[in-house]
């Protein structure tokens, strides 16, 4: 028998059939999260088809994308239409019986920060959402993706139609430099696969500069697999997946628990066992990454140029680069710490953790900021953490603004926006046309690297601080 893949091991477990016609098997899903951007249609869809929710114990509720970063008052929110949607997600949930932390609970936070950090991602789990960055929790060694529309059928049935993935392994050897962060490795990895180097593909991260990395910094590296076009990615648990989640509030307990690692364990390729495709990557070669671009290939290290696109004989990419250039407002030849920019955004599901702000407060410390900053935490329970150790304290004697939980700026539909043409430095995991606003200007890069942007006002190689 051929060796399997983690990914095999997880999808054997939860197929209940498969269409021989289609190709498709229908899969078991253990966990579903809803959004206040993303849930209404599914509701909406078994209220007209007039179907319950079949496990509402498995779902769980979060309203993140509308949340204001000034406070958790309802009233804050500019948009009615934006109020309408908390206020659905809320109601549904009251009416289903589902889990919902909602804008007063302290569990509060960004939905990707939430299923973690509450012991509710696990895994071997099967766990969906209707947004794109759902991979983020492949960290813990979940098979994990976003699902769009198909939201209210999981909620009816507790199942989802799919057809199974070509698999990527990424192995990431060596150890890292200094000051090199898991943002930085996502970075190299989607600027080396390319920005739809891994369509159609679920990606596995393997290599001792994996394993090395921290449940915090593996949540990092999974969430940024979107931007390569990857659906999911996923790191193998092992001993620190074990520690992370003991104790959680949604982890098993007692005996359960014991099962549950000795299941978990099993959760490793087979040496034997085949991908589609392997990637190689030494970690002692990459440095601090910044993009420049439209996507996140479109990445480079501190210490480079901004690329000529008329050096590149493929047409299509040249005019692609050329059109980023002209949308960024660079020009070749520019040194990337030459670049200013206008403002800083540090937070959201790929880099809102207490890691990441303790991260950018090690570097803010006894700093001023030359432009504005806004820091959010990724949850009410990282805020509180921030807080405790002072960390707050250190951004607002720095200049930040500290702000409330949520998406934030991340996303730029709650009010938290970059201007046209203005220039961000950010944490998030985007930096396409319009992305934290129309005409925003995007840069993405490391908390670290963020601060030292915020203390410089330009890009800046944080190892020089």
Not at 30 to 36: K, V
Not at 42 to 68: C, M, T, W, Y
Not at 70 to 83: E, F, G, N, Y
Request: charged fraction near 20%.
């Amino acid at each position: 028998m051929a060796g399997q893949t983690i990914v095999d091991k997880i999808w054997q477990s939860h197929e209940i059939l498969l269409d021989p016609g289609s190709g498709e098997s229908l899969l078991y899903i253990d966990n579903l999260f809803l959004t206040d951007s993303s849930s209404f249609h599914a509701f909406d869809l078994i209220k007209k088809e007039k179907l319950p929710v079949r496990n509402p114990k498995q779902i769980f509720g979060v309203p993140d994308h509308f949340a204001s970063s000034k406070s958790k008052k309802l009233s804050d929110i500019a948009d009615p239409d934006r109020i309408a949607r908390i206020n659905d997600l809320e109601s549904n949930c009251k009416k289903w019986e589902i889990h919902h932390f909602g804008l007063d609970d302290p569990r509060m936070g960004i939905t990707h920060v939430v299923g973690p950090e509450q012991g509710i991602t696990q895994p071997g789990k099967i766990v969906l959402c209707g947004d794109s960055h759902t991979s983020t929790h492949g960290g813990l060694g979940a098979l994990a993706f976003g699902i769009g529309g198909q939201s209210g059928h999981v909620l009816a049935t507790q199942c989802l139609w799919q057809k199974k993935l070509k698999q990527i392994r990424v192995t990431v050897s060596g150890s890292r430099q200094n000051m090199v962060t898991a943002k930085d490795l996502a970075l190299k990895i989607v600027s080396t696969l390319g920005a739809g180097g891994a369509f159609g593909h679920i990606v596995e991260y393997a290599g001792e500069a994996i394993t090395a990395l921290s449940i915090e910094e593996r949540l990092t590296v999974c969430n940024m697999t979107i931007e390569s076009g990857g659906r999911a990615g996923i790191i193998a648990p092992d001993q620190i997946t074990f520690d992370y989640l003991l104790g959680k509030d949604f982890a098993p307990n007692g005996r359960d628990w014991e099962n549950a690692v000795k299941f978990w364990k099993t959760l490793q390729s087979d040496p034997e066992a085949e991908f589609d495709r392997e990637v190689f990557i030494d970690a002692g070669s990459i440095e601090p990454m910044v993009s420049w671009g439209n996507t996140a290939e479109e990445t480079l290290p501190i210490t480079a140029y901004i690329p000529d696109p008329f050096s590149i004989e493929d047409r299509d990419r040249s005019e692609s680069l050329s059109n980023a250039l002209e949308y960024m407002g660079l020009t070749p030849g520019t040194k990337m710490t030459d670049i200013k920019i206008d403002q800083v955004f540090i937070g959201s599901c790929t880099n809102g953790r207490i890691e990441d702000l303790r991260a950018a407060a090690n570097v803010l410390k006894n700093h001023t900021i030359k432009v504005p900053a806004l820091i959010t935490p990724g949850s009410n329970l990282v805020r509180k953490a921030a807080e405790a150790e002072g960390l707050d304290q250190i951004f607002i004697k720095a200049g930040c603004t500290w702000g409330e939980a949520g998406c934030s700026m991340c996303v730029g539909m709650n009010g938290d926006i970059v201007a046209p043409q203005k220039r961000c430095a950010s944490t998030s995991n985007r930096n396409f046309v319009g992305r934290q606003g129309s005409g925003s200007r995007t840069h993405l890069m490391s908390p670290a690297m963020a601060a030292a942007a915020a203390i410089n006002g330009r890009l800046t190689d944080v190892r020089e601080l």
